[in-house]
């Protein structure tokens, strides 16, 4: 791709409820709709640079996908974000000083009304020893005490009062 002039990246995500999606995904990112037709949308989003479609269609259990992010340059920015999402009402949770994917990182979650979850990291350090646990989804945070841990069968759907566990590394 080296002569190529990448734009942005582009993640199209099938949803159960676009008008659901497009609600969380508006909350998420603080921007409008760049397009909107029946069982779709697109947002534009210029920081971080993102074509991000939804699609609305019926599916019985979450994909494969483990889970969406948006790299920062510090833990300031994590947490930023992390007012943002709470004062426009998503349930947030977070894992700071985590060990995961053999870096350690400050993070916070949300998870979008079909289950995808979304993270607002930074690295701390990267490249740690194999031989170093990973932690992701275990040193949450804990919002209430209705929050559940990471891989509880319970952690996977729509978050609500009584469902929020984090996505794991996989």
Known sequence: MENIKTL?????????????????????????????????????????????????????ERGVLSHLG???????????????????????????????????????????PDGNEWEVFVVLKDNLEESDPCECGTKLLEKTEKTATCCSPNAVGTINETNTGAACCR
């Open 8 to 60: 942005k990246p582009h993640v199209s995500l099938n949803v159960r409820d676009v008008k659901k999606s497009i609600e969380f995904y508006q909350k998420l990112f603080g921007i409008e709709l760049a397009k909107v037709r029946t069982g779709y949308a697109k947002f534009d989003v210029l920081n971080p640079p993102l074509n991000l479609a939804l699609n609305e269609t019926s599916f019985s």
């Open 70 to 112: 948006i790299q920062v340059a510090s833990t300031e920015d994590v947490l930023k974000t992390k007012a943002r999402w709470e004062e426009i009402g998503l349930i947030t949770r977070d894992e700071m000083q985590t060990s995961c994917c053999y870096a350690l990182q400050d993070k916070t979650w949300a998870r979008d």
